[in-house]
């Protein structure tokens, strides 16, 4: 279910010129940010809370999963050159699999990771805030990696539909309407940093064993429908 070719070209798309600016850009910013702020504050456990779950967790690791996740497909059936992928003797599942796989290590790599480090920088990871934001973060990579992939496949338009979901939905909804809350990736990560972190540090809208379901569910039916649409998509000649 994994192409070493396929993977390869992808990765080497995401990481083009354009695309690498927005996935450098935003871990950049947030390190620096809080690094700023631990000069000027200091070491404290709720201003890391605050600037991991309202910066990095609400707005940068589902835009970094929208420049992925849409990137890892979406210009290749836009351009037409998913014509070429396809007219190669590789499942579409395969191909599907493989994307998600590069979409998720990407979206970890450019997400979790400067998490981590911005977590260590802002408190020294005092009360395991630094490491449950970036398990959070790991975990919503995968989550939103399939669902903008799925949208890359679906519409000419996914990066502009992944930021409306990503920014709207999540950010706006998922802030100021209870009930969107339960159908919130956000939320879904902050149950799991709320287990990891320590008691009273995180909180989250939705509990772990229901988080973890939907968490399960949503990346495998937005996996299963991306390989149904890459499936629908017929070759000239191929009757």
Same mark, same amino acid.
């Given at each position: 279910?994994?192409?070493?070719?396929?993977?390869?070209?992808?990765?080497?798309?995401?990481?083009?010129?354009?695309? *690498?600016?927005?996935?450098?850009?935003?871990?950049?910013?947030?390190?620096?940010?809080?690094?700023?702020?631990? =000069?000027?504050?200091? #070491?404290?456990?709720?201003?890391? #809370?605050?600037?991991?779950?309202?910066?990095?967790?609400?707005?940068?690791?589902?835009?970094?999963?929208? /420049?992925?996740?849409?990137?890892?497909?979406?210009?290749?059936?836009?351009?037409?050159?998913? /014509?070429?992928?396809?007219?190669?003797?590789?499942?579409?599942?395969?191909?599907?699999?493989?994307?998600? /796989?590069?979409?998720?290590?990407?979206?970890? #790599?450019?997400?979790? /990771?400067?998490?981590?480090?911005?977590?260590?920088?802002?408190?020294?990871?005092?009360?395991?805030?630094? =490491?449950?934001? *970036?398990?959070? #973060?790991?975990?919503?990579?995968?989550?939103?990696?399939?669902?903008?992939?799925?949208?890359?496949?679906?519409?000419?338009?996914?990066?502009?539909?992944?930021?409306?979901?990503?920014?709207?939905?999540?950010?706006?909804?998922?802030?100021?309407?209870?009930?969107?809350?339960?159908?919130?990736?956000?939320?879904?990560?902050?149950?799991?940093?709320?287990?990891?972190? *320590?008691?009273?540090?995180?909180?989250?809208?939705?509990?772990?064993?229901?988080?973890?379901?939907?968490?399960?569910?949503?990346?495998?039916?937005?996996?299963?429908?991306?390989?149904?649409?890459?499936?629908?998509?017929?070759?000239?000649?191929?009757?």
């Amino acid at each position: 279910m994994y192409h070493p070719t396929v993977a390869r070209l992808t990765y080497r798309g995401l990481l083009g010129r354009r695309r *690498a600016f927005v996935l450098f850009a935003l871990p950049v910013l947030l390190i620096v940010i809080s690094a700023v702020v631990r =000069v000027l504050a200091g #070491a404290d456990d709720q201003t890391a #809370a605050n600037l991991l779950g309202g910066f990095a967790l609400a707005t940068m690791v589902p835009i970094i999963g929208v /420049v992925a996740g849409t990137g890892a497909i979406g210009p290749e059936i836009d351009d037409g050159s998913v /014509v070429y992928l396809l007219s190669k003797p590789v499942k579409r599942p395969t191909i599907i699999v493989t994307k998600l /796989v590069v979409a998720i290590g990407v979206t970890v #790599a450019f997400s979790a /990771v400067p998490t981590l480090i911005a977590g260590f920088v802002l408190n020294g990871n005092s009360q395991n805030i630094a =490491v449950a934001y *970036a398990v959070a #973060a790991a975990v919503a990579s995968v989550a939103y990696s399939a669902i903008f992939l799925l949208l890359g496949t679906v519409t000419r338009h996914a990066v502009i539909a992944g930021l409306v979901y990503a920014l709207v939905w999540e950010s706006l909804f998922g802030s100021l309407v209870p009930g969107a809350r339960t159908l919130s990736v956000q939320q879904w990560a902050l149950a799991l940093a709320e287990r990891i972190g *320590a008691e009273g540090v995180v909180s989250a809208e939705v509990g772990l064993p229901l988080a973890l379901v939907l968490l399960v569910a949503v990346t495998a039916a937005a996996t299963w429908y991306a390989g149904r649409r890459l499936r629908a998509l017929t070759l000239a000649g191929e009757e």
